[in-house]
């Protein structure tokens, strides 16, 4: 028990690092492109939001979602007992998805070449459809590269794979730092420019895995014949993995969809509706998704992604051998630790978003008016922290379990939920609407995956869970009333001062919350950043005796 769970530890401490500087990276490159391009440069940046959300968002199911899930407990099974046919069945995943990808974009293709030709420049239809078409190519390279990603993960080289979307941050900021500003002025040709730069980040992403690859082995063989049980078995899991896991990225996707179909200007009539109806949204309500997401997508990155996807190999062990008390107990921990921290980061996000929008954001084509509506949606997204950083482990233990339908159709019903309550809030607030929904969404989503793990289950310890949450609420609410104090005693609107309150207040705040949480008890953080947590093996040999 000791060894597995130092393992996860030291695993979840590289996905986490890992994803912390990509993370930073992002938010840096979010900030170069908001100054370069502002949020709507006339409906542009929403389209370019729109063209790459498809990859983007495929990518992230493939990767965290169905992968993690379909292909990594075949792979690893296949690899204990016999690494040649590991290696072939690979080869087999790679072949099959290249082929469904490429029909996938050829149709894309075909959609944005009509898209061109009935829809006049400089409608938004015909420049979504303009930047989608050069975008999609991204589509087969950042999926085939998430597969090579989950195979060296199986392996244990965790580093590499947590470090691909640092390319991508990379040859992104060559982009709009270096190439467009020294092209041309037009924002159009500037995403172009930056479309055919996250292509070449792609080719980078999918190629520097391959050596890594090879050092364990790795050598193409297609004899799918060889390999036809696991690749059905990976079929059989893939589509309702990829919507259960990742229920959060098909919300955003919802999201922007929805701002990009309801906006325009302020006078525009919804030419589909007949004209009889006003856009409920400004052109960059997209674009403001895009800006935010960034921000409360940081916790999620850092607790519930890189928790989870440490944690689940340890889960499906466990799973393996029928030890349903060694599921409940790493489940619980996991749990106590990601809703421990994302209480404190939600409420940080909450009272920092004036701040950090504006440090971030409020520079060259980006105004104030962007930056006061990118600050309402990091307000709004940050009601959902909690849920957002809990879905990815919840889900994968049902996976873990071999519960497949449960977590699938939860997603679905919180994509409804999402889609109706976006509709009716749009009217009255405007894009803050669409946040609102989101994290209701969210929050409804991981309440749903608890509440059927325990009830139906026993796999959730509430007792200790609840605990755990009264006491991150207590420490919380006190380090928001630190957090507030420091607000106010530090005075000035420009960036010197924002880097100030950031600063003081994420330090003294911390402290805080660390500090009143120990107080009261709260033993899961030391164990979550110790290396040696906590042994329990005498206890699990007691509860095994008893058995």
């Known amino acids: 028990m000791k060894p597995r769970r130092k393992k996860l530890l030291q695993s979840t401490f590289i996905m986490g690092l890992g994803t912390l500087l990509s993370r930073v990276l992002g938010m840096f490159r979010d900030a170069t492109t908001a100054a370069t391009l502002g949020m709507s440069a006339g409906g542009i940046m929403d389209s370019f939001v729109i063209a790459f959300r498809l990859p983007d968002v495929t990518r992230r199911m493939f990767g965290e979602g169905s992968l993690s899930v379909g292909f990594i407990p075949v792979f690893a099974r296949l690899w204990n007992s016999n690494r040649r046919k590991a290696w072939i069945f690979a080869s ?3 072949t099959y998805f290249f082929v469904a990808l490429t029909i996938l974009v050829v149709i894309g293709e075909i959609l944005c070449l009509i898209g061109i030709l009935l829809f006049p420049y400089p409608s938004k239809v015909y420049i979504v459809s303009e930047l989608s078409a050069l975008m999609l190519p991204y589509l087969i390279l950042i999926c ?42 037009d924002p159009l ?4 420019l930056l479309t055919g730069c996250i292509l070449c980040a792609g080719v980078i992403q999918l190629g520097i895995q391959i050596p890594f690859l090879r050092r364990h082995g790795f050598v193409f063989r297609f004899r799918p014949k060889i390999v036809e049980k696991e690749i059905r078995e990976v079929k059989a899991s893939f589509f309702p993995s990829m919507i259960g896991l990742m229920g959060t990225q098909l919300n955003v996707l919802t999201a922007t ?37 960034r921000l409360y997508e940081f916790p999620q990155g850092l607790l519930g992604i890189a928790i989870a996807t440490a944690i689940y190999p340890i889960l499906s062990y466990h799973a393996a051998n029928k030890d349903y008390p060694a599921i ?15 209480i404190p980061s939600g409420i940080g996000l909450m009272l920092l978003s004036d701040n950090l929008a504006h440090l971030l954001y409020q520079r060259g084509a980006f105004t104030p008016e962007d930056m006061y509506r990118t600050a309402d949606m990091i307000y709004w997204f940050s009601f959902g922290v909690c849920g957002f950083c809990s879905i990815p482990l919840l889900a994968r233990v049902f996976y873990s379990i071999g519960e497949m339908r449960i977590p699938f159709r939860v997603s679905l019903w919180s994509a409804l939920v999402n889609f109706v309550l976006g509709m009716l809030l749009i009217w009255e607030f405007s894009e803050r609407g669409l946040a609102m929904a989101a994290s209701v ?5 991981a309440a ?12 959730i310890d509430y007792r200790s869970l609840f605990v755990a949450i009264g006491r991150s609420c207590i420490a919380s609410t006190v380090m928001g009333i630190v957090v507030i104090l420091i607000l106010q ?29 120990l107080i009261l008890g709260g033993q899961d953080l030391l164990q979550l950043f110790s290396k040696n947590k906590r042994n329990d093996d005498s206890h699990h040999r007691k509860r095994k005796k008893r058995q």
Not at 270 to 281: A, C, F, H
Not at 328 to 342: H, T
Not at 441 to 445: D, G, I, K, P, S
Request: charged fraction near 10%; aromatic fraction near 12%; hydrophobic fraction near 55%.
């Open 441 to 445: 969404a969210a929050t409804f989503h």
């Open 92 to 94: 087999a995943i790679l």
């Open 328 to 342: 409940r107990e790493e489940l619980s921990f996991g749990l106590r630790a990601i809703l421990s921290l994302a």
């Open 489 to 517: 005693a530090i005075p000035g609107d420009d960036s010197k001062s924002d880097i100030i309150r950031i600063v003081c207040t994420t330090f003294a705040g911390g402290v805080t919350f660390g500090g009143i949480y």
């Open 257 to 293: 969809l929805i701002a990009w179909a309801f906006s325009g200007g302020a006078s525009d009539t919804i030419w589909w509706l007949g004209r009889m109806v006003y856009y409920p949204l400004q052109a960059g309500a997209a674009s403001s998704i895009y800006y935010s997401e």
């Open 144 to 185: 085939l590269a998430a597969i090579m990603a989950a195979s060296l993960q199986t392996l244990g080289e965790f580093l590499i794979p947590s470090l691909i979307p640092t390319i991508l941050n990379l040859v992104w900021l060559f982009g709009i730092l270096v190439i467009a500003p020294f092209w041309t002025d």
């Open 448 to 459: 749903v995956l608890i509440v059927l793990l325990g009830i139906r289950f026993h796999l």
């Open 189 to 192: 040709v500037r995403c172009l």
